[in-house]
Nanobody, 122 residues
């Protein structure tokens, strides 16, 4: 079992920044990658970014150049730095971990956090 706890969501104006964090605990040795997905009301959950333990990162086209995913190894924590935020980034953001597979597909992830709300509005 892996437990994931997100933090860092909130309200920000367009063009602003937020940093989300996801702390992992439990059977973390089984993790091959950790990523972020988001879901806005009335839409399906969509891939945002993932960090593979080899060091590779994968981003959705909609966030490339604006979001950065990285890891604090000492704290078993993954961060998502979000810059130049847009109203269309508004969603509940979920952290997830996977043992492998297609890292852009939500059904390839094994464990999920509870989600954190990000609202981009003036």
């Amino acid at each position: 079992q892996v437990q994931l706890v997100e933090s860092g969501g909130g309200l920000v104006q367009p063009g602003g920044s937020l940093r989300l964090s996801c702390a992992a605990s439990g059977s973390i040795f089984s993790i091959n990658a950790m990523g972020w997905f988001r879901q806005a009301p009335g839409t399906e959950r969509e891939f945002v970014a993932t960090l593979i333990w080899s060091g590779n990162t994968v981003y959705a086209d909609s966030v490339k150049g604006r979001f950065t995913i990285n890891r604090d190894n000492a704290k078993n924590t993954v961060h998502l730095q979000m810059n130049s935020l847009k109203p269309e980034d508004t969603a509940v953001y979920y952290c997830a971990s996977t043992r492998g597979g297609d890292v852009t597909k939500s059904d390839h992830y094994d464990y999920w956090g509870q989600g954190t709300q990000v609202t981009v509005s003036s």
